[in-house]
Nanobody, 114 residues
Framework: QVHLVESGGGLVQPGGSLRLSCAAS????????MSWYRQAPGKERELVAA???????NYADSVKGRFTISRDNAKKSVYLQMNNLKPEDTAVYYC????????WGQGTQVTVSS
């Protein structure tokens, strides 16, 4: 059975940092493109960052230079280091794995507020 479990969300002040983690099981993690998406209230879900099995990354323009995606294939985990957080980064963050099939986690809330 496939599981993607996110953790690390929370409340942080503007300018602060958070590190999100996503632990995967039930599929061949190393074959999958892993991504982080986010969805703010009243908005569509959007791609934040993605990383290929080989480690190539891409980022939404809004987070370039502030967020870093990484993966550990041995631990079947993907991470999102978020620095210099802004109130507009407030959203539920979702982990996604995509290869022949696409899998989603349940999401973790990130709130950036003073």
């Amino acid at each position: 059975q496939v599981h993607l479990v996110e953790s690390g969300g929370g409340l942080v002040q503007p300018g602060g940092s958070l590190r999100l983690s996503c632990a995967a099981s039930g599929f061949t993690f190393s074959n999958y493109v892993m991504s982080w998406y986010r969805q703010a209230p009243g908005k569509e879900r959007e791609l934040v960052a993605a990383i290929t099995p080989g480690g190539t990354t891409n980022y939404a323009d809004s987070v370039k230079g502030r967020f870093t995606i990484s993966r550990d294939n041995a631990k079947k985990s993907v991470y999102l280091q978020m620095n210099n957080l802004k109130p507009e980064d407030t959203a539920v963050y979702y982990c996604r794995g995509n290869y022949y099939s696409a899998y989603w986690g349940q999401g973790t809330q990130v709130t950036v507020s003073s």
